[in-house]
């Protein structure tokens, strides 16, 4: 969350309007004095002040995760996986099908809250990665494994593939996948929500 400035007469006066916009306690606060006078027995006192959150965006993270657990009555774990490019928290649960919901679209609605949660803490944008049970990853094995599967058939028999319907983020793990294959280009065709791929030959 960005730093705010506020003006007041005394500090208590910086303090409560502070709190009542970040919404946390004074302890979260840091608060970087720009300008005071003290006046004369407190006529024309005047202080300004830039107030900042002192809070690690990636435990905010994990802590909106761990009450969205809640919220869905399961017990569970919150794992933060650091990397240089992106923060993954993995969450492991008594009912991971549930959070993960559908086709994943439970868990795709979860990242981007849980990203907005941590970048509204942050100045630059963190890519934030969530995980249900390691499905993502699974999920890429196999989206990683049915590519290379139907580019060898396409290279065989020289006849364009079409795949399924998937949603940018699958459909990108493919794009990934066949970018270095030579004979082979992947053309994205239709409308979302039935936007596909085809695996086409090229000579």
Not at 69 to 91: C, H, M, W
Not at 157 to 184: C, E, F, G, Q, V
Request: proline residues 2%; glycine residues 6%; charged residues 25%.
């Amino acid at each position: 969350m960005k730093p705010k400035i506020f003006e007041g007469k005394v500090m208590n006066d910086i303090l409560i309007a502070a709190k009542n916009h970040f919404h946390q306690d004074q302890q979260q606060l840091i608060i970087n004095v720009l300008e005071e006078k003290k006046g004369i027995f407190g006529l024309g006192a005047y202080i300004k002040a830039e107030v900042s959150l002192n809070l690690d965006p990636i435990e905010e993270g994990k802590k909106y995760l761990l009450q969205l657990l809640n919220d869905f009555n399961l017990t569970g774990t919150v794992e933060i996986i650091p990397s240089k490019q992106s923060i993954t928290f993995n969450v492991n649960s008594d009912n991971n099908g549930l959070i993960i919901g559908r086709e994943g679209k439970t868990l795709q609605s979860i990242q981007v809250l849980t990203s907005q949660v941590v970048n509204q803490y942050t100045n630059k944008h963190l890519k934030v990665l969530v995980d249900i049970g390691s499905y993502k990853e699974n999920q890429i094995k196999k989206l990683e494994a049915l590519a290379k599967k139907t580019a060898k058939e396409v290279l065989h028999s020289k006849i364009d593939a079409k795949l399924d319907p998937m949603n940018a983020y699958d459909r990108r793990i493919i794009h990934n996948t066949l970018s270095d294959w030579k004979n082979i280009q992947t053309v994205s065709n239709g409308v979302e929500p039935n936007r596909y791929l085809t695996i086409k030959y090229k000579a």
